[in-house]
């Protein structure tokens, strides 16, 4: 079973574990750099980037989790963890990871409007058309590099972002009845955990990739 970490210092990281259990994935809270250990893959979740932000310094998860994802594990940020994995923040910035290649405005949609449900505008991508997206003080997402692929859009805006294996949500796909999101992603998650297992078979002395 693929072993995915989820960062567990603050936020709805207990619906992300709940969410990967369902889709089949055994989940590990990760508190600290060496319960990175092992691991196939780290979802951020969502919940308040300023202070799991504050928490990651303290605990040297910032050097770890960028060691981690560079490795060339699969990432997914979540809301407050798209903001994290973001190479610009803008509205209050918190320290980040510079993971994509984009800029991430927190509580873009202002507070009026702060949590809604809207369905993605038609042409999404990889199968996720129709797919109902809850957003919770989301951020919005710009200046996307190009080699950022849009996935999914609500209102003209980009809402799931891809490069690689490294993927961003400004929604919570955790939450809902909808499992296309997560599914997608774990999928990336097994063909790059085969991938390097059979690296590691064809060179069992080469580091871990
Ligand atoms: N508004 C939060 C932040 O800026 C993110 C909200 C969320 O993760 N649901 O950190």
Not at 79 to 106: F, K, Q, W, Y
Not at 138 to 145: E, F, S, T, V, W
Request: charged content about 25%; some cysteine; aromatic content about 4%.
């Amino acid at each position: 079973m693929l072993k995915i970490g989820v960062l567990a210092l603050q936020g709805d990281f207990e619906a992300h574990a709940r969410a990967l259990a369902r889709a089949g994935a055994d989940p590990v809270m990760v508190r600290a750099g060496k319960n990175l250990d092992g691991l196939d893959a780290l979802v951020l979740p969502g919940g308040e980037s300023t202070t799991i932000a504050k928490g990651m310094e303290r605990l040297g998860l910032f050097e770890a989790v960028r060691t981690f994802a560079e490795a060339g594990h699969p990432i997914l940020g979540t809301c407050a963890g798209a903001i994290l994995l973001a190479r610009r923040v803008e509205n209050h910035p918190v320290s980040s990871l510079g993971l994509l290649d984009m800029t991430a405005v927190r509580n873009a949609y202002g507070t009026q409007v702060d949590s809604f449900v809207a369905p993605a505008d038609p042409g999404a991508k990889a199968g996720l058309e129709g797919l109902p997206c809850v957003f919770i003080r989301a951020p919005r997402l710009r200046d996307l590099g190009r080699e950022v692929d849009v996935l999914v859009r609500v209102g003209g805006e980009p809402v799931l972002v891809r490069r690689g294996e490294r993927f961003a949500a400004t929604f919570h796909p955790e939450l809902g009845e909808d499992p296309r999101v997560l599914r997608l992603w774990i999928e990336t998650v097994r063909r790059s955990a085969s991938a390097a297992r059979s690296r590691e078979r064809a060179n069992p002395l080469s580091e871990p990739a």
